[in-house]
């Protein structure tokens, strides 16, 4: 237990700790650890406490610190471990500490490249069945290999960043028309952060030796323009306008009591896929929230795809791996159609409205809607892990 | 003509001024020109001549000279022009000139977003009847946008570096087999760096306030894995093993006698991919060689889409361009056998091997296969402009 006294159940109790850059008092940007509702420097603290730590945090992103590898990364973790929770420390450290609506968070690191995946059986089933009516749900491929593609790093945004409705083609019965996307959508996803890049594949058993932590990611989605330029060479302007992520990345260290098995799967994959002995499955249940009314709760237990799983895949053809590269799992959607994590899904494709508690109806996204996505794991002794929130507000075109 | 005294057609001459980062005897890189087959290294020169512009060259990449915009690359381009023609700077230069087999080249900036479109409508035409039998071969799209999609900038590498034949999946008949790709592929393509980044939309008429040169690219793309893996999000591990670009970039500025209109379009294009008036069709040869023999040379200006109209529709809406994004036009193939663009087409999907002058046949690469490509243009009075060539050497897996 923390010497800031945090209710048990509290998500960024000392269990948590997630790292992020703040910005205190809109001023310049720099490395901090979350606790409850506070964000901590790390760079005055470590100065005078882990000296010999001190330079990993002295710029304004987390990338030497996610460079530095799991032994220092573990190393820093424990100290901030032992400093919030011996009273001893608590002089030390409680002048240091900012209220979080103080510190408005920046992009924590630098993405490198970014790619996202699409391992949700429930969600590829639903997506197959609205856009490909009287066919198999799933592609052949879908179940040998975790299907994925790049994405754009550049607009890849912290949350909080407003999204700007995209412009684009899309086409109506036999018209191509332009405009402002008509059917703007989310995804809720879980993102991965690389710290430690590699020059060879990556086996599924040394996930954590290169993958740093996680956020919640929302894949912002036109719809309308998607489906128009999606065959052959996959999505491009319909997702390449804005990614937003967390402001907090939560280390995998404090995702051990969420670690469980995937599904069962068949066929059995290609040995470079089988995960028998390093299961990343993580009981995670995400929440989706539009205006504050939650319209879904979307299990990340149930995903097909283990991170370490895409990891391995995304290295296996030799593609090197860098400090600051991001994946993204994919819709999360569970079987149940309120726990879908897209308003495609939620509404199947239009066909049927959500009615909100204002008894308005939406399909998609109109102007002014906010989007929040958070989630939460089992920690050790009852505990809850908290993943931070990322949110984001809808602009005119 | 430049105190070099260079054949009058040398696609080097002081009409092309290709820019480059070099490690001269195989030490620090630096920025260079290049001029004939001499590196001139930057830093240096500038300080003495033009010490304004002397920062811009001072690191080991271009990315601050490529940000710095038009009338910076048009006043860097003018002064090297006067010194290099000027018989009165050759006492001050010659002694800066070193010979190009001492100069490796290095990546020469950093590489943002990577974007590859599929812009040739022979190229298309011929996969989609290689892919597709008995469909269309184009898809309905494709005459109303430049499709395209995000590759993976981590993996661009500079000409010369060996390429590793990727390891993947791939269905042999009811099979999912897993090893070296079989179908290893080449694609000739154009590749253009973006200088100055935009928050907004570039409209087709801006282009050239935003991109400052060209690079010939080599797509390797392993077909088996591609043809696997690639619906529906597109080309993921098929593509992301290895882009190569050339080491000298050539400025927008050498290549205005080349500038020619597209072909008519029919359909007419939205509004924002209508280029009248702002025509950046380019009349460019390529010439592939494989182990130094010609197998193919593509011609560029019959390409469907501009690249000013591929910038005007990667950001039309609304994703940011940043300094070092790079984007390639597909692979370029003219309407004649010897003139296309990959090993797919140039073999008709490996049912019609090559012969090559030794009498060996290739369908696709084979380890030790070197892969060159060069391309050149008309430049004034006759003269010839060169991009630089860009090859890389095939490794086993």
Same mark, same amino acid.
């Not at 856009?131 to 491929?141: A, I, M, S, V, W």
């Given at each position: 237990m923390s010497w800031l006294e945090l209710a048990p159940d509290h998500p960024f109790g000392v269990g948590t700790l997630p790292y992020g850059v703040v910005r205190p008092g809109g001023g310049v940007p720099q490395p901090a650890v979350r606790i409850g509702d506070r964000a901590l420097p790390l760079a005055p603290l470590t100065g005078r406490l882990l000296n010999q730590r001190a330079g990993l945090f002295a710029?304004?992103? !987390?990338d030497a610190f996610l460079a530095a590898g799991p032994a220092v990364w573990a190393e820093v973790r424990a100290a901030l471990t032992e400093w919030l929770t011996d009273p001893g420390y608590r002089g030390q450290l409680e002048p240091d500490l900012l209220p979080l609506a103080d510190c408005p968070t920046v992009l924590p690191f630098t993405v490198a490249d970014y790619v996202d995946f699409y391992a949700s059986e429930h969600h590829a089933g639903n997506v197959g069945q609205i856009?490909?009516?009287?066919?198999?749900? !799933?592609?052949?491929?879908w179940k040998h290999l975790p299907i994925g593609y790049h994405g754009r790093s550049g607009t890849v945004v912290v949350s909080g960043t407003e999204v700007r409705r995209p412009n684009g083609q899309r086409k109506v019965g036999d018209a191509i028309e332009f405009g402002p996307s008509l059917r703007l959508d989310i995804e809720a996803e879980l993102g991965f952060v690389v710290g430690v890049g590699s020059d060879r594949p990556v086996p599924v058993a040394e996930f954590a030796e290169h993958v740093f932590g996680v956020v919640l990611l929302n894949d912002w989605s036109a719809r309308d323009i998607q489906a128009w330029e999606y065959v052959p060479l996959g999505p491009f302007l319909g997702k390449s306008f804005a990614t937003s992520i967390s402001g907090w990345i939560t280390p995998l260290a404090a995702l051990e009591s969420a670690r469980c098995a995937g599904p069962v799967r068949d066929p059995r994959p290609l040995p470079y896929l089988d995960d028998t002995g390093a299961e990343w499955g993580l009981d995670l249940e995400l929440a989706v929230r539009l205006n504050g009314e939650t319209i879904s709760r979307p299990p990340y237990a149930q995903m097909y795809w283990t991170p370490a799983q895409m990891l391995a895949h995304m290295t296996v053809n030799g593609a090197s791996l860098r400090t600051g590269d991001l994946y993204g799992s994919g819709t999360v959607s569970g079987p149940e159609p309120d726990q879908r994590g897209s308003l495609l899904e939620l509404s199947w494709g239009g066909a049927e409205p959500l009615t909100l508690a204002d008894d308005s109806v939406r399909t998609f996204l109109v102007y002014g809607d906010q989007v929040s996505i958070t989630a939460s794991a089992p920690g050790p002794d009852g505990s809850r892990i908290g993943i931070a929130e990322v949110t984001g507000r809808i602009l005119p075109a």
């Open positions: 710029s304004s992103t !987390l856009f490909r009516p009287g066919q198999p749900p !799933l592609t052949p491929n």
